[in-house]
């Protein structure tokens, strides 16, 4: 790398001049790194971008990503994105996603696997929502057993201690293919 490198949280362009493109972020003032890599700025596009020497996924508002349940809060769960509309990524960028308005006591659990689409980018957070059909678990265990689950309307019931418990399925869940999935 040469040494005009940029770093996460380094400022790029000021968001009154330049958006924020790839691998970058808006803070509400400035436009910041989102990774290692050089400044790449836009003048036609007017976008202010990091170009990465190995290609880190970061991805965009509208996108669909499948990840693994890291932390789960009073009103929101924490994701490490493992797939970005469909394609596998390295990168373990972590999102979070709001569960306040959802009138389910476990929306998910640690290392439930979950598709999301992301809402937004804020003050270097990614967020995203759980909400549509076809969004929530693809794959889960027993809470109690750790057994095979089967889906019963809006809850999960283990095919080995028959606990039933409630969560935000996807209308794909039990698809063992969901890696092809595409939002």
């Given at each position: ?11 790029i362009?000021s968001?009154?001049?330049y958006?924020a493109?790839?691998?970058?972020f808006?803070?509400?003032d400035m436009?910041?790194?989102a990774?290692?890599?050089?400044k790449?700025?836009?003048k036609?596009?007017r ?8 290609l ?5 508002v509208?996108?669909?990503i ?8 009073s009103s929101?769960i924490a ?7 469909g394609?596998?990524t390295?990168s373990k960028v972590?999102?979070v ?9 476990n929306?998910?659990?640690v290392n ?6 992301i ?14 059909p076809?969004?929530?678990i693809?794959?889960?265990?027993c809470r109690k057993?750790g057994?095979k689950?089967v ?6 019931k ?6 039933i418990?409630?969560?935000?399925l996807?209308?794909?869940?039990g ?7 595409r939002?």
């Open positions: 790398m040469s040494e005009n490198a940029i770093f996460p949280g380094d400022k362009a968001i009154e001049e958006e493109g790839e691998n970058a808006d803070d509400g436009v910041r790194a990774t290692v890599g050089e790449d700025i836009d036609v596009s976008t202010a971008n990091i170009k990465h020497p190995k880190l996924s970061i991805p965009k509208g996108d669909t499948i990840g693994t349940v890291v932390a789960v809060m929101m994701v490490s994105i493992d797939y970005i509309n394609k596998p390295t972590e999102c996603c709001s569960t306040r308005n959802l009138r389910i006591r929306v998910a659990l439930d696997i979950v598709t999301l689409k809402l937004s980018h804020l003050n270097g957070t990614i967020h995203a929502t759980i909400s549509e076809g969004l929530g693809l794959f889960t265990k057993c057994g689950v889906p019963m309307r809006d809850a999960i283990c095919t080995d201690c028959a606990w418990d409630e969560r935000k996807s209308s794909n869940f698809n063992s293919d969901f890696v092809n999935l939002g």
